[in-house]
């Protein structure tokens, strides 16, 4: 495994995150069983991944839950980050980015989670009901008093995320060291929104959905129902093989893959790997065989050339219905 730092920070982190969203039964396409999914997670961080992303609304607490039991006996060696925004109760301040609903859940994802801090919190996205001003106070008030060690942000419009930025800075708030944006080949939108802002501003990059939920692993055919995989009960994954341009890229996924004797999988992260502004993919493996093919990934060189050939059948732009 390779290292880096999270933006401009001095944390440590795996140039590979493990996603833990799919360790749940929320949905049909996750792993749906505890032992397997903490066998993933072993392996994960034997194979030296020390960066893990969950967050309090998957499958309602029980991916924190599960990661707090991986996690026991090792917690110093980890960084583990969660998130706040999404409902976990259907009731007023049961979501959102509130000083009241934040402070409650960052006790709530403690508990689940089984440890005395939070390396990284992260707003999971923008509440236009609160404003940023509140939600930086929480936030900084969880570092102060030791529960969080950074806060970070996703998914929301550049001019958001740059005013939280700013408006950190005048008050002498806590500040986001990352953003997690949804970024791959196949979904290259945050070029023209959020990366441009993390370049600026030194913000650690830590891409959600790297394979496209599946779709650049290869595993689908052009014109053909998803019986199989994440698309077969995922809408939006299922969205993905609807446009004509995301085979195209495949296409080129495949050639490149073939000719150095790699994966899709491998070849579409070997790409975010070697994107300047991306620190850490969050992988999603749902399998060990998945978590090892992925793993590789980091050893993987591409050239400009082949570069620009994954990159030619898009033309990334950008809209507010993307968040
Ligand atoms: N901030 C946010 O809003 C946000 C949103 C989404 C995700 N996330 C974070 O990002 C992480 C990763 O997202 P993701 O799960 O969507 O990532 P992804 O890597 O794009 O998709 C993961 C899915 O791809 C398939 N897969 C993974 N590795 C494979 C391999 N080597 N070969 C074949 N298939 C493979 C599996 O699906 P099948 O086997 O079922 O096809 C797996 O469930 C999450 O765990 C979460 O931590 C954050």
């Known amino acids: 495994m390779k290292y880096t730092r999270l933006g401009d920070t001095g944390l440590e982190v795996s140039r590979l995150c493990l996603g833990c969203m799919n360790f749940g039964s929320e949905q049909e396409w996750m792993v749906n069983d505890k032992e397997k999914s903490l066998r993933i997670i072993d392996k994960a961080i034997e194979s030296g991944i020390n960066f893990l992303d969950t967050a309090n609304v998957y499958s309602h607490g029980e991916s924190e839950q599960i990661v707090g039991d991986a996690i026991k006996g090792r917690r110093e060696d980890l960084v583990i980050a969660t998130k706040v925004f999404g409902e976990m109760a259907d009731r007023p301040n049961g979501q959102g980015l509130s000083r009241k609903h934040i402070i409650w859940q960052a006790e709530k994802s403690l508990e689940r989670l089984g440890t005395d801090y939070i390396d ?3 707003i999971h996205r923008w509440d236009e009901n609160t404003p940023i001003e509140e939600t930086l106070a929480a936030l900084d008030y969880l570092v102060e008093n030791g529960m ?3 806060i970070g942000a996703s998914t929301m419009a550049s001019w958001q995320f740059m005013k939280a930025l700013y408006t950190s800075d005048l008050k002498g ?4 060291v990352s953003m997690q944006p ?21 913000i650690g990059v830590i891409p959600w959905s790297p394979l496209g939920g599946g779709f650049l692993s290869g595993k689908y055919e052009r014109g053909e129902e998803p019986e199989e995989g994440r698309a077969a009960s995922d809408d939006y994954t299922m969205r993905r093989t609807e446009l004509e341009e995301n085979w195209q890229v495949l296409d080129e996924v495949k050639e490149i893959a073939g000719a150095k004797g790699k994966t899709p999988a491998q070849i579409s992260l070997a790409w975010l790997l070697h994107k300047e502004v991306v620190t850490s993919p969050i992988i999603g493996p749902r399998t ?3 978590l090892e093919e992925d793993l590789e990934a980091v050893d993987i060189e591409l050239s400009a050339e082949e570069m620009s050939r994954l990159e030619a059948p898009k033309s990334p732009s950008w809209s507010r219905e993307m968040i």
């Open 288 to 290: 060990l065989e998945h």
């Open 120 to 122: 990284l919190y992260q």
């Open 173 to 176: 708030l806590a500040r986001f």
């Open 148 to 150: 969080v060690r950074y």
């Open 182 to 202: 949804e970024y791959s080949l196949v979904d290259r939108h945050e070029e023209e929104n959020l990366l441009p802002v993390c370049e600026d501003q030194n």
